[in-house]
């Protein structure tokens, strides 16, 4: 009897908590508060035309013959609603998980000498979140899922000769995790009990560093190189519990498992990108990427719960590498106006029969642009807008007698990203 109830509450806790991979963990920002908004980041590894190359490449800070300050401030609106075709469970849709997010970046480049840079760039690269209704149909699954980070990147470049130069910057990044679930109660006191929850959260410290190479094969046109190396976090918790049913209760008191501290390690994927831009004419001038993020590892998330005894153990979300490629337009179409266009996709991280919906992505579709004017030699000031496509995202999951079945797909899965960007030369 107590090896059978020891089972039952370990699978209910597991099956409440560790879903550890939130929807904000499969997508990685390309958008940072900066200029190439408007061109859904294509070229942003070649183009280094502004202070935020001190993070995307800090090989490109060689270009810059002026130090200089970009600062911009973006607002997100984030449109996630389900659709549900059948469900184990009573309940809705979850009604609309996003929300508006606001966000901000900034970026420093320093010219030491017309060779020898210095720059850093604050801001996120990873990260956003969901919040269902407490009653939807998966709240099994998951009720809310949010994973916030926020960094500073530090690094230098230096040109080694007329047309190759090299950059490197460290990175130190916060992050901060929360997730909740329902607890299906009925298991232990019967059909009609309400609902607990379980509630994880948490925030931690990572590092990690970033390679770049910047080739100028001649004058207009360039390519460019960038690694961003993983970065590991160790979220530990001791899981909440609220409005447990009396017999799971008493179960838990009396294996040991109520106060359990729960330690999730999680990681940021490496990624490379590689990209080209291109000057036709004075005028017009375009660009493009071609990048790899390395999710496969990624969906390997380390979990340990700690009571009387340990219980390690690996979860594995089945992830696959993705893959970005990105075209974009620059048209300067007055002497002190520019505007941008651009277009990116991204391959899904997750197949269909995987999909969770704590990380509702399919393939992802970019559409952006932009508009810059030069207020004078010294300042320039623009706005830029970009329309993220996260696809329909289907979800077939079988969850068994204590997640149950969870059916149908996302009728709008989309952000919305506007910004306003300030740039000073000096």
């Not at 508060?33 to 060689?62: C, E, H, I, Q």
């Not at 993705?322 to 997750?350: C, K, M, N």
Request: proline share 2%; aromatic share 12%; net charge negative.
């Amino acid at each position: 009897m107590r090896l059978w109830s020891q089972c039952l509450v370990s699978a209910v806790l597991f099956t409440a908590l560790l879903a550890t991979s939130t929807w904000a963990a499969g997508l990685w920002l390309y958008e940072q508060a900066t200029p190439d908004l408007g061109t859904a980041a294509a070229g942003r590894a070649a183009a280094a035309k502004d202070a935020s190359t001190a993070g995307t490449n800090p090989a490109g800070m060689t270009r810059l013959d002026q130090s200089q300050v970009l600062a911009g401030f973006q607002g997100l609106i984030v449109d996630v609603e389900f659709d549900t075709d059948s469900s184990g469970f009573d309940g809705g849709d979850g009604g609309n998980a996003g929300d508006f997010v606001p966000a901000a970046g900034l970026h420093y480049v320093h010219n030491l000498t017309s060779d020898l840079k210095l720059g850093v760039t604050t801001g996120s690269f990873f990260g956003l979140g969901l919040d269902y209704d407490s009653d939807w149909a998966g709240r099994y699954y998951v009720q809310k899922a949010e994973f916030l980070t926020l960094g500073i990147n530090p690094g230098v470049g230096y040109r080694v000769n007329k047309w190759l130069s090299v950059g490197a910057g460290f990175s130190v990044i916060y992050a901060e995790l929360e997730q909740k679930a329902a607890i299906n109660n009925q298991v232990t006191d019967g059909a009609g009990t309400p609902d607990g929850q379980i509630k994880v959260k948490d925030d931690d410290i990572g590092y990690g560093w970033n390679l770049g190479v910047l080739a100028e094969l001649r004058e207009g046109t360039r390519f460019g190189v960038t690694y961003r190396s993983e970065v590991d976090f160790d979220f530990k918790d001791v899981a909440k519990l609220k409005g447990v049913a009396t017999n799971l209760q008493n179960l838990l008191d009396a294996i040991g498992v109520t106060g359990s501290k729960v330690d999730l390690e999680m990681t940021i994927p490496q990624a490379v990108m590689v990209s080209g831009y291109h000057e036709f004419t004075e005028k017009l001038a375009v660009m493009a990427n071609f990048g790899w993020q390395d999710w496969s590892e990624f969906g390997k998330t380390s979990v340990s719960v700690q009571s009387q005894g340990t219980t390690d153990f690996t979860q594995d979300r089945n992830f696959k590498d993705t893959w970005h490629v990105a075209i974009g337009a620059q048209y300067r179409f007055a002497e002190v106006w520019l505007y941008s266009l651009g277009f990116a996709y991204d391959s899904s991280p997750v197949d269909d029969k995987d999909r969770t919906p704590d990380m509702p992505l399919d393939r992802q579709l970019r559409f952006g642009t932009g508009l810059q004017y030069d207020w004078n030699k010294d300042i320039t000031v623009g706005v830029a807008y970009e329309y993220l496509d996260a696809g329909d995202a289907e979800i077939n999951q079988q969850g068994g007698p204590l997640q149950g079945s969870l059916e149908g797909d996302y009728k709008t899965n989309e952000i919305h990203f506007f910004n306003a960007t300030l740039i000073w030369r000096f």
